[in-house]
């Protein structure tokens, strides 16, 4: 039987039960005036509260409940700012949140905050934020702040705003001038080409490396993750290097850091690489037709830990699953033989690395996936706002659950050493099997996925009865 297969009938078997509907409220007039289009979710931590807000292109809806269940606030037409066409970030100062709008060329900015307790609102239509010869790489929501952070195009230098409800706060510069950014035949490199890449491929992904991820996300050539104030941003343009950039948010310090690929040379025509940052680990890889390199480094000194070698004539022995080919033209699961085979087709691909942990194991993926419609959002571009500030990871999920690809997966301990034993299921694989299960949960309306507390949520609307639900699923 294919492993697939198994798989699914496992988490059948023992997965059904660990859900409940946490919460079900009727949106069913609200939604008559204006049918929204996309469904934010926003967790107070102050409060242990969750808002959710319903949008269109014009007004704004939303509830507010404790963590007790119980409905403790609403508030009905906020208007959205004139300009405002792309969501980019909430922030909540005890009872008032605050949206941040861009227009679609995102050059200009604007907010509005609202009371669940009063029912007020106030829109901020500009909040004159001027970018110079720059050019936005990404909006994070960190610690109740929203940044916004740009690069220079003439200059090595990266930017970041920082907006509260007040409008726009600080301002930093950190200069990489110095740093030895070069290609892969030593040359200096500026570094906005270097963030943005190859035009032809998805350059920049926010990685959220606290939940399962696709090869399809963490194939980027750039890659941004953040830890509290710190923000790590890796770059694999080139696949001579492997580059990391840390910006300290709050002390405004900067660190920069390169290695070069295990396995690389210069004779390498084709070759392919990648990285992945899990916890205090730096994982990287490195694939030419006839071998790959995967190797661990410590994050805080860049020490190698680990490597492990996969030749084209040899077996994969640190493999833990058979070598899986999903989304093909004519069969949509397949079982690779050769090591060669595996070889060839990530290569010439999009290569990734991926892990995520499961109890004090770890579970790496190598491989390399096709890109595909994970579904997205009328208005609201998430970003990082989504994936950082408030555990959104529908996203992730999605792409988890549909991605295109050839890989396998290893099983290892905490200090990487191989194990034997098939790969652990995860919490997404617990909410596939919950939708498969359920038809009202396939293709549903203003669907959502975040966390709350050490739970994932899933949020569905049913438009025959008006009620919107948010089921529980415990990890």
């Known amino acids: 039987m294919k492993y697939a297969l198994i798989l699914f009938a ?63 606030g609403s508030i009905n037409n906020v208007i959205i700012p004139k300009k405002g066409k792309i969501l980019i970030g909430a922030i909540y100062d005890q009872e008032t949140y605050t949206l941040f709008f861009s227009n679609n060329n995102k050059s200009h900015f ?72 070069v290609n892969n ?16 491929y998805a350059a920049i992904e926010v990685v959220n490396s606290n939940v ?50 295990t396995g690389y040379t210069n004779n390498h025509h084709g070759a392919n690489s990648n990285s992945f940052i899990h916890k205090d680990k730096l994982l990287t890889i490195y694939s030419t037709l006839d071998h790959l390199s995967f190797s661990a480094y410590n994050l805080d000194d860049f020490g190698l830990i680990k490597t492990f070698n996969i030749n084209d004539k040899e077996e994969i022995t640190f493999k833990n699953t058979p070598i899986i080919q999903e989304g093909g033209a004519f069969d949509d699961y397949r079982e690779l033989e050769k090591t060669s085979k595996f070889l060839r087709k990530i290569t010439q691909s999009k290569i990734g690395i991926t892990a995520y942990s499961k109890n004090e194991d770890l579970i790496i993926t190598l491989g390399a996936s096709v890109e595909i419609d994970r579904g997205g959002f009328a208005m609201v571009n998430f970003g990082a706002f989504g994936v950082i500030a408030y555990g959104l990871i529908l996203d992730s999920f999605n792409s988890y659950t549909r991605t295109k ?50 739970s ?4 569905n609307y049913n438009k025959r009865t008006g009620e919107y639900t948010l089921t529980k699923f415990d990890n």
């Open 405 to 454: 690809s050839t890989r396998i997966s290893c099983l290892f301990d905490k200090d990487l050493n191989h194990k034997t034993g098939d790969i652990p299921l995860n919490e997404f694989d617990q909410i596939k099997n919950f939708q498969d299960a359920n038809r009202t949960y396939n293709n549903a309306h203003l669907q959502t996925l975040f966390k709350y507390q050490s």
């Open 10 to 72: 496992f988490v059948f078997s023992t997965l059904t039960s660990a859900q409940e509907e946490w919460v079900g409220f009727n949106i069913e007039e609200e939604t008559k005036q204006l049918y929204p289009k996309d469904v934010i979710p926003v967790v107070n931590e102050d409060t242990n509260q969750i808002a959710m807000f319903f949008t269109n292109r014009k007004v704004i809806f939303g509830n507010l409940h404790d963590q007790n269940k119980q409905l403790i």
């Open 212 to 261: 399962p991820n696709s090869l399809e996300q963490t194939n980027a050539f750039t890659k941004l993750y953040v830890d509290n104030n710190k923000l790590t941003i890796t770059n694999n343009l080139f696949n001579k290097y492997t580059y990391v950039i840390s910006l300290d948010l709050e002390s405004d310090s900067s660190n920069f850091n390169s290695i070069i690929n």
């Open 456 to 459: 994932y949520f899933l949020g």
């Open 185 to 200: 035949i030593d040359r200096d490199y500026p570094l906005y080409p270097l963030l943005f890449g190859n035009p032809n």
């Open 110 to 181: 604007s907010s509005v905050s609202l009371s669940f307790k009063t029912g007020n609102f106030k829109i901020t239509e500009d909040l004159n934020i001027e970018f110079k010869k720059e050019k936005i790489v990404e909006y994070l929501v960190l610690k109740n702040k929203l940044h916004i952070l740009s690069v220079s195009r003439k200059e090595d230098v990266l930017i970041s705003r920082i907006l509260t409800d007040k409008g726009l706060i600080k301002t930093t510069h950190y200069d990489l001038s110095s740093q030895a950014i």
